[in-house]
């Protein structure tokens, strides 16, 4: 199964250390393999520090990608956690 | 689970933890590594990192509600860890490069530093940091750089393993949270076995490579008495250990349940048996283990804890608790005798190329007359406390006995004039550890009322052994057809002039040497207070004439191998079999 999203990165700090982990973590509990891409490069969106190099400050335009067997929800809830601001209040 | 051998050095069997403590030496070790090691090599690295987890999961777990805000940063490191980035290109240096876990972490940071450097983004280019950090947490763990500065906040008891541990060190360990000692360095006789023997702590010394194949936290089996030591023993293992601590601690109940029996032999022979000691937190054990006092109070250790010296009443005070708590039985106070393996940090200030050979002992008291003064003196005030008795280490000759009685006299009067109370009668005895010594024995005897042979250091100055140097600690010989004779003429030369001749060192605890000691006609043995029950009990089955002439027939031989099988034999032959599997129980016979 494969599912994809567009969004747009909303923090005033784009996706720093605390979301980038949070988006790490959130994407490694499934299943599916996951990538976020970025003017045509893609990287592993279960790796922190891969998602932290792709370097995202905010109104930067993402498309979260999966594919598995849980590929629909998972990017249901990154999406979820982007557009939510990762739950944070800055 | 690993098994690996080295030198028991102290009874007992320890369960536990793994502390690793870290030599300053210690850097990042870049190593190229066999194929064959690959995997060994990748576990180890494994090791590191879930060890790291463990210890940031646990920092989490234990982060007080108010900063509970800041285990985010804490899991962005569990993340980090875990990254791919790391932990797989980690893997994959170690196999592909054949680089050991730090080259292979050093590698991985490196590129990660690449990749963050074309970061726009000044504030995710600073997240290097935390990576930077938490390589550095694995690359202490594979080190062993948990250093001794972060000791005092273990809370669980634990195994410390170290390359060596300097007697300062060992100084700082508390018994309570010290199950056991494994070092890379060192010998039966080296400083920091000694110390573990008398805390009854289990110990096994020599074990090249150790701290290399641990990592803290890990479990470990230390065996004292085969001198083994288990990593990450399996359940089975364990089980098995944990029944063998069990019988130990049961037979070591036993012993000492008939430590108190007089050591006496079967044709009414009597020797006294005594213990050394060091810490007056040793009294107990050293009563405990049935010892008729103390003839060895070795006095370094105060001068050791601190950075400036003792004063002279702290030293009274010291002393005057350790001769009343053992009251009536005589308590051997021998004289600072630091230098060698013993250095105190601030008290020599200048380095010496073999301070072996050096400014120690009496020597080091006679040049630093101010310092000496103040222990004397400390010494006599003490004596009239109990019975306290003086021995000078290292004597070489007359000259400085005739030095030191001076020095005594002139004492004596200062106190007699402030009208302090001393014993004028004290017993001075000299410690014969210097093969001049023995070769003037007859001429010594005459300036002293006891002598005490210490076989540690006159097995190593006669035969030339450094005993702390690995390469050569093997020649330690104290069977040695030379070593022998010299405990003998020092034994006839005192006897000669009517003084009593006594040993204090390692060899006066050793169950094999018992009938030599006795066969030789020595008064006296001193000895860890550990040892006492047992050295007792062979003694109650020994008959001395027949020990004498076993001894006048070891010193026709040639050879210390040969004493070593004819003592092996004599012991077989003439003590009970059950001697060989509890007796020896504590220590190997092949390392004797």
Request: a negative charge; proline letters at 4%.
């Amino acid at each position: 199964m494969k599912a994809e999203k567009r969004v747009t990165i909303l923090n005033r700090l784009g996706l720093h250390a605390r979301p980038a982990s949070r988006f790490a973590q959130t994407a490694s509990t499934f299943e599916s393999d996951i990538w976020v891409e970025k003017d045509g490069v893609s990287v592993d969106g279960k790796s922190i520090l891969e998602v932290l190099t792709v370097s995202c400050p905010s109104g930067t335009e993402i498309t979260i990608r999966a594919e598995g067997p849980d590929a629909r929800e998972a990017v249901e809830t990154l999406t979820g956690l982007v557009t939510e601001r990762f739950g944070e209040i800055d | 689970m690993e098994t690996l051998k080295a030198i028991a050095a102290s009874p007992g069997i320890a369960i536990g933890p793994v502390f690793l403590l870290n030599a300053k030496h210690i850097k990042t070790i870049k190593r190229k590594i066999d194929k064959e090691d690959v995997k060994t090599e990748k576990e180890r690295f494994e090791r590191a990192v879930s060890r790291v987890e463990k210890q940031l999961r646990k920092l989490i777990s234990e982060l007080p509600e108010e900063i509970k805000e800041h285990s985010n940063i804490l899991k962005s490191h569990i993340l980090m860890l875990r990254d791919k980035m790391v932990y797989d290109k980690g893997i994959g240096f170690i196999e592909e490069k054949r680089v050991n876990a730090e080259w292979a972490l050093e590698l991985v940071l490196n590129e990660i530093k690449g990749l963050f450097s074309r970061v726009k983004d000044e504030y995710i280019r600073e997240r290097l940091e935390d990576i930077g950090f938490v390589v550095n947490k694995v690359k202490a763990v594979l080190a062993g750089t948990e250093t001794r500065l972060d000791f005092s906040s273990v809370e669980e008891p634990v195994i410390i393993v170290a390359r060596n541990l300097s007697p300062a060190d060992t100084l700082h360990i508390s018994k309570e949270k010290v199950l056991g000692f494994v070092t890379e360095l060192g010998s039966r006789t080296s400083h920091t076995a000694i110390l573990a023997r008398s805390l009854g702590i289990p110990a096994v010394v020599g074990l090249e490579g150790v701290t290399s194949r641990c990592l803290s936290g890990e479990t470990m089996i230390v065996d004292g008495l085969k001198g083994q030591v288990i990593i990450e023993p399996d359940e089975a293992t364990l089980s098995e250990y944990r029944q063998r601590q069990e019988n130990y601690l049961k037979y070591r109940l036993e012993v000492i349940h008939n430590s108190n029996l007089p050591a006496e032999t079967t044709d009414g022979y009597r020797i006294k048996v005594m213990a050394n000691m060091e810490l007056v937190e040793e009294i107990p054990i050293v009563i405990q283990h049935g010892a008729e006092g103390v003839g060895l109070f070795r006095t370094e250790f105060l001068y050791m804890t601190s950075k400036t010296l003792p004063t002279e009443d702290q030293l009274f005070l010291a002393y005057k608790e350790v001769v009343e708590r053992l009251k009536p039985h005589p308590v051997t106070i021998r004289t600072l005798d630091i230098g060698g393996d013993k250095l105190a940090s601030d008290l020599c200030c200048e380095e010496e190329i073999n301070p072996a050979l050096g400014l120690r002992a009496i020597r080091f008291c006679l040049h630093e007359k101010g310092l000496f003064r103040a222990q004397l003196r400390a010494i006599l005030r003490a004596s009239v406390f109990g019975d306290l008795r003086l021995l000078f280490p290292m004597v070489s000759g007359k000259g400085e006995m005739i030095q030191v009685k001076r020095l005594l006299g002139q004492i004596m009067d200062e106190l007699e004039k402030e009208g302090k109370d001393f014993n004028r009668d004290i017993k001075t005895g000299i410690m014969i550890e210097v093969p001049t010594a023995v070769l003037t024995a007859d001429i010594l005897a005459r300036e002293a009322d006891f002598f005490s042979i210490g076989t540690n250091d006159l097995i190593q100055y006669s035969l030339a052994i450094d005993r702390v140097n690995e390469a050569v600690c093997h020649l330690y010989e104290p069977l040695h057809p030379g070593v022998l004779r010299m405990i003998k003429m020092t034994v006839d030369s005192g006897h000669r002039e009517n003084i009593e001749v006594g040993m204090c060192g390692e060899m006066a605890g050793e169950p094999l040497y018992v009938p030599i000691l006795l066969g030789m006609g020595l008064d006296e043995l001193s000895m860890n207070a550990m040892a006492i029950p047992k050295i007792k009990k062979i003694i109650r089955q020994s008959n001395q004439e027949e020990c004498a002439s076993f001894v006048s027939e070891l010193l026709g031989l040639e050879s210390a191998n040969q004493v070593k099988d004819k003592v092996v034999e004599f012991f077989r032959e003439n003590y009970p079999p059950d001697m060989e599997t509890t007796d020896f129980l504590e220590f190997d016979l092949s390392l004797t």
